[in-house]
């Protein structure tokens, strides 16, 4: 009987996170020239949020975000997804660690 509670709770999780992670709201972002296209992105606020980054850019990029509590490495010509909790209204900075440069914006109203 324990195992089988012990199995049924594990799949409860599982199911959850993947719940979670399909009500993402999904937001694209490309890297190109050493640029966001957008610079800003917007989000609701209270809702997970999945970031996809192209990178288009002829080097390797780092998408990273102190703000946000991520880093990615995202390869020349390739896509990478970054998942990021539900946040409260604010303006949340990101940028390419290896072009500071390149910053961007999460806007949550």
Same mark, same amino acid.
């Given at each position: 009987?324990?195992?089988?509670?012990?199995?049924?709770?594990?799949?409860?999780?599982?199911?959850?996170?993947?719940?979670?992670?399909?009500?993402? *709201?999904?937001?694209?972002?490309? $890297?190109?020239? /050493? #640029?966001?296209? +957008?610079?800003?992105? /917007?989000? =609701?606020? %209270?809702? =997970?949020?999945?970031?996809?980054?192209?990178?288009?850019?002829?080097?390797?990029?780092?998408?990273?975000?102190?703000? $946000?509590?991520?880093?990615?490495? *995202? =390869? *020349? %010509?390739?896509?990478?997804?970054?998942? *990021?909790? +539900?946040? #409260?209204? %604010?303006?949340?900075?990101?940028?390419?660690?290896?072009?500071?440069?390149? #910053? %961007?914006?999460?806007?949550? =109203?």
């Amino acid at each position: 009987m324990g195992f089988a509670a012990a199995l049924l709770a594990a799949a409860t999780i599982c199911c959850a996170a993947t719940a979670r992670a399909d009500d993402a *709201v999904s937001l694209s972002v490309t $890297l190109k020239d /050493h #640029q966001f296209e +957008p610079a800003e992105l /917007h989000a =609701p606020a %209270g809702k =997970p949020i999945a970031i996809h980054v192209k990178n288009l850019n002829t080097i390797v990029s780092e998408f990273e975000s102190t703000d $946000l509590h991520f880093e990615k490495i *995202v =390869p *020349v %010509g390739t896509e990478a997804v970054v998942y *990021v909790r +539900p946040l #409260q209204p %604010g303006r949340y900075n990101f940028y390419d660690d290896f072009h500071h440069a390149t #910053q %961007g914006y999460l806007v949550v =109203p």
